[in-house]
């Protein structure tokens, strides 16, 4: 990835850490797309089963279902490097520069924060399953451990990204909320 970012993504300048945490949030969108097409795909495969084939389904339903789940999780680095969530920025367009950095520094670390809660008990979660073998109460009786993984997964890389974006944010490599000064 190069010094310039897209149009309203999360600048990285020369910083190797910055660097890496937008290139592994890349990777993170594209693993979150191949997911959503995934799914699209076993709902075509469903269908056709289902109609044309008048059959019946056993894993599909389920595999949809855990493929969006996981696809939003897995995403939350790179929709938070591009900057694509929700954004009311009347206050912060209100506030002057020193204002505008210190509410900047109180959210990105209260965000912290709460992900890394997240992360925790999501990690807790996952290692439940696993250590204890959950499996689905269907018939296809995936092991939970399995679509579990992505909240940690999801969670953690989430974390690094609001990490790297409040590094960014006190290194001046980045402006608070990516609004330049009037």
């Not at 897209?6 to 993170?28: C, K, Y």
């Not at 789940?69 to 009347?90: C, E, F, K």
């Amino acid at each position: 990835m190069s010094a310039q970012s897209p149009v309203g993504a999360a600048r990285v300048g020369n910083n190797p850490f910055l660097r890496l945490v937008a290139a592994l949030s890349t990777v993170a969108g594209w693993c979150s797309a191949a997911m959503i097409v995934a799914a699209v795909a076993i709902t075509c495969q469903m269908i056709f089963i289902r109609f044309a084939l008048n059959g019946s389904t056993v894993w599909q339903t389920e595999a949809v279902i855990y493929l969006a789940i996981a696809s939003t999780l897995v995403g939350l680095p790179y929709v938070q490097h591009l900057r694509g969530h929700v954004n009311v920025d009347l206050i912060p367009l209100a506030l002057g520069p020193k204002a505008r950095y210190v509410m900047a520094l109180f959210t990105l670390s209260l965000s912290i924060v709460m992900v890394a809660i997240m992360l925790w008990y999501g990690f807790e979660f996952w290692h439940l399953a696993f250590e204890r073998n959950w499996k689905s109460d269907t018939v296809w009786g995936v092991r939970l451990w399995i679509p579990y993984a992505a909240m940690p997964i999801g969670f953690a890389l989430f974390l690094l990204q609001l990490i790297a974006d409040l590094v960014a944010v006190v290194t001046g490599i980045d402006k608070p909320f990516g609004l330049e000064e009037a």
